[in-house]
């Protein structure tokens, strides 16, 4: 097991700025590809952005590309999502989420979810 905490959200408006905090309680977190997915109101859960053990590597949902970024600080067992020209369709659940990698270094599903943070953008 992994836990996985996340913090940062709130509401914010239109055109606002925020920045979502995920802390890992493990040793290994060095060890994990990380990813943040977003679920809205009577919606399926959807990919917003992940980041690769090393931070060398970083993908985002066309979405979200050039307003989001995310990041990960291994000294401190923390992944971060920075959310800049924030829109109203941006509202939903974030949640944080953990992964290993293969033998041959191939990341494997993600298998680790922490609770969530809402986020509110107001027009």
């Known amino acids: 097991q992994v836990p996985l905490v996340e913090s940062g959200g709130g509401l914010v408006q239109a055109g606002g700025s925020l920045r979502l905090s995920c802390a890992a309680s493990t040793r290994t977190f060095s060890r994990y590809h990380m990813g943040w997915f977003r679920q809205a109101p009577g919606k399926d859960r959807e990919f917003v952005a992940a980041?690769?053990?090393?931070?060398?590597?970083?993908d985002a949902a066309d979405s979200v590309k050039g307003r989001f970024t995310i990041s990960r600080d291994n000294g401190k067992n923390t992944v971060y999502l920075q959310m800049n020209n924030l829109k109203p369709e941006d509202t939903a659940i974030y949640y944080c989420t953990a992964g290993t990698y293969s033998e041959s270094g191939q990341r494997k599903p993600y298998a680790y979810w922490g609770q969530g943070t809402q986020v509110t953008v107001s027009s």
């Open positions: 980041i690769s053990s090393s931070g060398g590597s970083r």
